[in-house]
C-alpha cells in the first residue's frame, strides 16, 4: 500500500541520514550570498534582562526548530531514573553519547520527538529506549536548561575530511582542523550533543552554576558533537555559553541589563577574558591561533570569539534583522548594515579602548518590554513558521521560593498563530501532572504526491513538494493542532485554490490574542495550590481554540457563498459564532428573505440564549422576543423588510436615541414613522447603509447575507 511504501522509505532514510543532520550537511556545504537568509537551521534565542521588563524579571527564551510536521512531546524525568553509577547511552545517530551518573538523578520535565510508536526519527532504531531530540527543561532543583541554539565553527579550525564522519579511516581521522567536532567514539568517549545536554545536566545539577561547570568539563573531557549556544539559569543567575569547535568554549553570566538575541548565530563578540563574570576554555586563544583564525589582542587576553572561530560570517540571519527592528522601531536595520558592523548586535565587555567596562550589547528597546513582547518576537513572520516545534520561556523570580521562582510559558507547534501557556515546573511531579495533549503518541505523516482523494484528509503542502498527510487522531495531539492551523493558514491557497482572506487571519490572530490575555491574568491570580489544574485547563482549552479555528476556515464554507464576495467574510462569522447556521450542508442561501421566526432567533442567540429544545424551532426564541418587548411574536414564516429588521435590532439593543437624521438618502421619507428612529440609529451605527443608489430601500425585504453582514457589524 502507499503507506506501507511511505513508511519504508523514511525508516531506510532516517538509518541514513537523520533529519536534523540532514538540514545541518545542507547548511554546511550549500554557499550563500553576503547577507542572505539563513533558513535551514532555525532554532530562535531572545534574553531580555530584569531591567528591561515591566515586571523586572529576566525572560530567557528559545525556540526549537526541527522539522514540518514532525510530533513533539512533553513529559516529566522521573528522580531516580538513572541510579548512581548507572550508564546513559544517547542516540546512535549522534555518536552514542555514554555518561555515568554521579548521583540518583533528578527529576526533570523535557521535551522530546515522538518516537512513532516506538521508531526513533533520528537513527531509526526500532523500540528505541534513548530519548530522541529532548530539548528544554527545569529540574527539581530549580535549573533550566533551553538546549540549543546551533551556531557554526569555523573551518580552519574545525575542518575534517567527512564533517559527518563516523568511523575511523585505516585507524585515523582525517583531520584537518585545529579543534574538530568530537564525531567518532574512542574509549567509550564521544563529543556531547544537543539532544543529550538536557537529560544530563538535568539529572546532575543542582544549581546553575553547577550546570555550566559540568557541562564544560565535558567539552574539555568529551567534546562537543556539533557547535551550540545554551542557556543554562535558575532563578537567581543566567548563563550563556556557546562552543564553535569541539573543545574551545566561551560562557558568560548574563547580566540584568542586557537584551541579546541569536538566531544561529555565535553572538559573543570582542571580549576580555579576565572579567569574572566569563568562563573560558585555556586554550581559546592559542587554538584560534593555530589555526590562523585569531582576531584580538593575546597580550591583553582579548578575542573576539564571533570572529576567531564562528563561521557563516559572510551573512546575516533575517531573523535577526527582523528582531532588532521589532525591539526598536527606529532601528530600521538591513541585513547589509548589520554585516558591516557586528557591535550592533554581539556580545562584548570593553570599550573601543579594550577597557573592560562590563558584559553589555549595544541592542536598546524602544519600550520597556513585557511578556507580551517577549511573546510576539516569536510570532515575527520569519520567528514563527511551520519549523517552530516546541518553545519554552523560562520567566525568573529572585524573590520568590524556588517552587515559583520559575514560570515556564510553553508553546508547541507553529507559532504565528499560538498561545503559551504557563506553568510551575517544580510543581510537575509526574507527567500525569501534565495536559495530556501534549503527550499524543501517532504515526509519522504521510507524505504523498497526489492530492488525497478522503474528503475527510487533513493535509498540508510539504516543503520538498506533494503534500502532508496527517494521521488518523492527530486532533488528539496539541502539536499537530496548533501545527494545523498555521500550516493550513500558509497553505490553502494551494490547497483549495483560495487563500485564507485577510478578515479570517485577523480573527484567528484576535482570539489567540484574547486567549493569551485571558491566560495571563489567570495566571496572574491563581493560588499555588490550584496552579497545576489551571495549567492544564488552559492548555485544554488552547488546544480546543486551535481545533476551533482549523474549522472555522476549512468548514464554514458553502457553494452558494463566492469567495471574496460582500457578504462572505460575515457569512462565516456569523456561522462559527453559531448566531446563524446554513440551509443545507453545502448552503446558506445569501439571497433567501429573512423570516420574522429567523430574526427572533439570531437576536436570542445573540442574547446568549440556548433556544433549541422547543416544540418548534422557534418557539423558545418567539418567547424570547417577546418578553424583550422586540416582537410580539406573530407571524412567524413572514418575510421582513430592512426598515423591520433594524427596529427588531434596536430593540434588542435598548431603544437607544438617535440625535442623527436620514436626509442624504434620496427615498428617506418611505421609511416608516415607528421605523425611524431604529433606521437612524442603524445608519448612525454603521449597520446600515444605503443600496449603491442613494437609497435605503426600507420597504425591501431584508436577505441572510445582509443580516449576516449587519449582525457582524453590531457585534462588533
Known amino acids: 500500500s502507499p503507506h506501507q511504501i511511505k513508511i519504508e522509505w523514511r525508516t531506510r532514510t532516517v538509518k541514513k541520514f537523520s533529519l536534523k543532520k540532514l538540514v545541518t550537511a545542507v547548511a554546511v556545504t550549500t554557499s550563500l550570498v553576503a547577507a542572505a537568509t539563513i533558513s535551514a537551521s532555525a532554532c530562535t534565542t531572545i534574553y531580555v534582562g530584569a531591567d528591561q521588563t515591566q515586571e523586572k524579571t529576566p525572560f530567557v527564551a528559545r525556540t526549537e526548530d526541527y522539522g514540518w510536521n514532525y510530533n513533539k512531546q512533553w513529559f516529566v524525568m522521573p528522580e531516580g531514573k538513572w541510579a548512581k553509577g548507572d550508564t546513559f547511552l544517547g542516540c546512535p545517530g549522534y555518536g552514542e553519547f555514554e555518561w555515568k551518573f554521579t548521583h540518583d538523578s533528578y527529576r526533570f520535565t523535557y521535551f522530546t520527538n515522538d518516537q512513532y510508536q516506538g521508531t526513533c526519527p533520528e537513527c531509526g532504531q526500532e523500540n528505541a529506549t534513548h530519548p530522541s531530540y529532548t530539548e528544554f527543561g527545569t529540574n527539581e532543583k530549580g535549573v533550566s536548561v533551553s538546549a540549543t541554539e546551533t551556531i557554526y565553527g569555523r573551518p580552519e579550525v574545525t575542518k575534517t575530511i567527512d564533517p559527518f564522519v563516523k568511523t575511523k579511516v585505516d585507524g585515523k581521522v582525517n583531520i584537518t582542523g585545529v579543534d574538530p567536532f568530537v564525531k567518532v567514539k574512542v574509549d567509550g568517549k564521544v563529543g556531547i550533543e544537543e539532544t543529550d545536554i538536557p537529560t544530563i545536566i538535568l539529572s546532575e545539577a543542582d544549581s546553575a552554576k553547577a550546570g555550566v561547570d559540568l557541562l564544560l568539563n565535558i567539552y574539555k573531557d568529551y567534546g562537543a558533537y556539533f557547535a551550540s549556544g545554551v542557556f543554562i539559569c535558575d532563578q537567581n543567575e543566567t548563563w550563556y555559553i556557546e562552543n564553535c569547535s569541539g573543545t574551545q568554549y566561551v560562557a558568560i553570566k548574563v547580566p540584568d541589563d542586557m537584551i541579546f538575541l541569536e538566531p544561529n548565530m555565535a553572538v559573543i563578540g570582542r571580549v576580555d577574558l579576565d572579567d569574572k563574570n566569563i568562563i573560558a576554555s585555556d586554550k581559546l586563544i592559542e587554538m584560534a591561533q593555530k589555526g590562523g583564525t585569531f582576531v ?390 454603521g449597520l446600515i447603509s444605503g443600496m449603491g443608489d442613494g437609497a435605503l430601500n426600507p420597504q425591501g425585504n431584508a436577505t441572510r447575507a445582509q443580516l449576516a453582514v449587519i449582525l457582524t457589524a453590531y457585534a462588533k
Do not use: C
Open 296 to 685: 584580538g589582542d593575546a597580550d591583553k587576553n582579548i578575542i573576539d570569539f564571533r570572529a576567531s572561530y564562528a563561521g557563516r560570517l559572510d551573512r546575516v540571519d533575517q531573523r535577526m534583522v527582523d528582531g532588532l527592528n521589532y525591539l526598536n522601531k527606529n532601528y530600521n536595520y538591513t541585513a547589509e548594515q548589520l554585516l558591516a558592523d557586528n557591535t550592533r548586535f554581539t556580545i562584548s565587555n570593553v570599550n573601543d579602548k579594550d577597557e573592560q567596562v562590563g558584559l553589555y550589547t549595544n541592542i536598546k528597546a524602544d519600550r520597556t518590554l513585557d511578556k507580551n513582547d517577549v511573546f510576539g518576537y516569536y510570532k515575527l513572520s520569519s520567528i514563527g513558521k511551520p519549523s517552530n516545534q516546541d518553545i519554552e520561556i523560562f520567566q525568573l523570580f529572585k524573590d520568590k521560593d524556588v517552587t515559583t521562582g520559575t514560570v515556564g510559558w510553553v508553546g508547541v507547534g507553529n507559532m504565528s498563530n499560538n498561545v503559551f501557556v504557563p506553568y510551575y515546573p517544580m510543581l510537575l511531579t509526574d507527567s500525569k501532572d501534565m495536559y495530556e495533549g501534549y503527550q499524543a503518541t501517532l504515526p509519522a505523516v504521510q507524505k504523498v504526491a497526489e492530492r488525497p482523494a478522503d474528503a475527510s484528509a487533513f493535509f498540508v503542502n510539504d516543503k520538498k513538494g506533494g503534500f502532508a498527510v496527517y494521521p488518523e487522531g492527530w486532533r488528539n495531539s496539541y502539536y499537530f493542532s496548533f501545527e494545523g492551523l498555521g500550516g493550513y493558514i500558509a497553505d490553502a491557497e494551494a490547497i483549495t485554490g483560495t487563500a485564507v482572506s485577510a478578515a479570517d487571519k485577523q480573527y484567528v490572530q484576535d482570539k489567540m490574542t484574547a486567549l493569551q490575555n485571558e491566560f495571563n491574568e489567570t495566571f496572574a491570580k491563581v493560588e499555588l495550590k490550584n496552579a497545576t489544574e489551571t495549567s492544564r485547563q488552559m492548555a485544554a482549552k488552547a488546544h480546543a481554540t486551535a481545533l476551533a479555528m482549523i474549522d472555522y476556515l476549512t468548514e464554514g464554507s458553502f457553494n452558494d457563498v463566492a469567495s471574496g464576495s460582500w457578504y462572505a467574510d460575515a457569512v462565516k462569522n456569523v456561522v462559527n459564532k453559531g448566531l446563524m447556521a446554513g440551509t443545507g450542508k453545502d448552503t446558506f442561501a445569501p439571497d433567501n428573505q429573512v423570516t420574522r421566526a429567523m430574526m427572533w432567533t439570531v437576536l436570542a442567540r445573540l442574547d446568549g440564549k440556548d433556544v433549541s429544545g422547543a416544540s418548534t424551532w422557534y418557539a423558545k426564541a418567539m418567547t424570547w422576543a417577546i418578553e424583550k418587548g422586540v416582537s410580539d411574536g406573530t407571524f412567524p414564516g413572514n418575510s421582513i423588510t430592512r426598515e423591520q429588521l433594524a427596529t427588531m435590532l434596536w430593540r434588542a439593543a435598548g431603544s437607544p436615541e438617535a440625535k442623527g437624521a436620514l436626509t442624504n438618502f434620496n427615498d428617506a421619507a418611505s421609511v416608516s414613522s415607528w421605523a425611524t428612529q431604529a433606521m437612524t440609529w442603524a445608519v448612525e451605527q
